[in-house]
C-alpha cells in the first residue's frame, strides 16, 4: 500500500481515538499483516493483528453455511477492556475499548470510520 495512503488512514485512525473509551485500533490486511497501529506499546501489534484477523476469517468461513449473511463486527471481552473486529473487503479495523463504555456510540463511530478508509482506498 502506498505510503501516503497509510497515512492517511492513520491520521483517520487518531481521529477514532477521540471516541471516549478507545484506547488504541489498528488496519490490517486479512491474511493479518499489519498496515498501520496506533495501539498501546505494551501490546505487540504484529501478533495483535494476526490474532484478530485469524478471528475475523474464522466467522467468515463459520457463515459460508449462512447465506445472506455477513459480519457487521465481531466483539469479545476481555479482562479490562473489549475487542471490536469489523472488515472492509480486504481490510480489517480493529479497536480496543475500555470495558463498560459506550459501546454503540465507537460501533457508529468505527462504521464512518470506514466509509472514510473506502473513499481513501478508492481514490
Request: hydrophobic share 45%.
Amino acid at each position: 500500500m502506498e505510503p501516503i495512503i497509510v497515512d492517511r488512514l492513520n491520521e483517520e485512525l487518531r481521529k477514532l481515538e477521540f471516541t471516549g473509551g478507545i484506547i488504541g485500533t489498528a488496519i490490517v490486511k486479512k491474511n493479518g499483516l499489519l498496515i498501520t497501529s496506533r495501539l498501546p506499546r505494551d501490546i505487540d501489534e504484529r501478533k495483535f493483528g494476526a490474532m484478530a484477523a485469524t478471528i475475523h476469517g474464522a466467522f467468515e468461513t463459520a457463515l459460508t453455511h449462512i447465506e445472506g449473511e455477513n459480519i457487521n463486527h465481531i466483539t469479545i471481552e476481555l479482562e479490562g477492556y473489549e475487542l471490536i473486529v469489523m472488515g472492509l473487503d480486504k481490510l480489517i479495523l480493529i479497536s480496543l475499548l475500555e470495558i463498560n463504555k459506550n459501546l454503540a456510540i465507537a460501533l457508529i463511530e468505527m462504521e464512518q470510520t470506514l466509509n472514510k478508509f473506502k473513499t481513501i482506498i478508492n481514490n
